[in-house]
């Protein structure tokens, strides 16, 4: 069992080097105004690799309300694996609804509330979106902004029931801004 958790540790010190060696792409990234909307939504705890068990879930649930999506499929990250254990990462999975909505049985009603966020585009697989998260949030500070701490989105281009290639994703990267 120690010769396990001495591998581990090797290996997340490796990676961790090969991730402070690895530069941030050049992105483009604008800043944009957006008016606060209100989203239907699961809420998500714990390592992200929860998450398509969760997204499942809340599509069928969704798709069972007879609610109409406003906008495309977003995934809000309200906390960092830079900042709390894998078991207390939070997140939602969602859409935009047009109006204020409540609760729902299944269904939990939120509001974004936040006015400007940094953009960027991230062509690619899902799983690396943090490129540009990362990107992004060194590129704001750069530009004269400052973050809210508000959350991190992902706002899914493709229609979660596309087969476009993974390779040719495209998730907008918001950051709230001011």
Request: aromatic share 12%; hydrophobic share 40%; charged share 20%.
């Amino acid at each position: 069992m120690k010769k396990v958790w001495i591998v581990l540790a090797v290996l997340a010190l490796c990676c961790g080097s090969l991730m402070a060696l690895e530069k941030a792409p050049t992105i483009k990234a604008e800043i944009r105004e957006i008016a606060p909307f209100t989203y239907m939504c699961h809420e998500g705890k714990g390592p992200y690799i929860g998450i398509p068990a969760v997204e499942k879930a809340f599509l069928a649930d969704f798709s069972a309300s007879g609610l109409k999506a406003a906008d495309k499929e977003i995934t809000l990250y309200w906390n960092s694996p830079f900042y709390v254990k894998p078991v207390n990462l939070l997140w939602d999975i969602g859409y935009p609804v047009s109006g204020d909505q409540k609760d729902m049985p299944r269904l939990k009603a939120k509001k974004f509330m936040y006015k400007k966020v940094a953009v960027a585009l991230h062509v690619g697989s899902y799983a690396t979106t943090y490129i540009t998260i990362n990107a992004l949030y060194e590129w704001i500070p750069k530009n004269g902004y400052k973050t809210i701490g508000g959350p991190c989105v992902e706002r899914y281009l493709d229609d979660p029931d596309s087969t476009v290639p993974d390779a040719q994703k495209k998730t907008e990267i918001w950051i709230p801004i001011y």
